[in-house]
């Protein structure tokens, strides 16, 4: 399985980026994607995650209501939208996927990918 993201950037508080994760090689039909992000020294933290097939969607307290996840199944991919960005959501953004939501949404998930970076000023 590899995931690969790509839309990270730089941009201005404020602004607005767009990432995306595709998925090739996952045969499963039932299976959640998510993003978490991380700084150095800090603890990788989970931003948003959906079930692929319900659309159930969840999100950490920080960015509600200016980040969205949404995903495409037919292409396999996964977006986060982030709206209204502050500096503190600076971080490398990686994309995960597992069978298992409950493992995903501990941060257990088994397929990570290389991440992108996002740096806002």
């Known amino acids: 399985v590899q995931l690969v993201e790509s839309g990270g950037g730089s941009v201005e508080a404020g602004g607005s980026l767009t990432l995306s994760c595709t998925a090739s090689?996952?045969?499963?039909?039932?299976?959640?994607m998510g993003w978490f992000r991380q700084t150095p020294g800090k603890e990788r933290e989970g931003v948003a995650s959906?079930?692929?097939?319900?659309?159930?969607?969840f999100y950490a307290d920080s960015v509600k209501g200016r980040f969205t996840v949404s995903q495409d199944s037919a292409k396999n991919t996964l977006y986060l939208q982030m709206n209204s960005l502050k500096p503190e959501d600076t971080a490398m953004y990686y994309c995960a996927l597992d069978r298992l939501c409950v493992e995903l949404l501990r941060g257990r998930a088994e397929y990570w990918g290389q991440g992108t970076q996002v740096t806002v000023s």
């Open positions: 959906i079930i692929f097939g319900s659309g159930q969607t």
């Open positions: 090689g996952y045969s499963g039909t039932a299976y959640c």
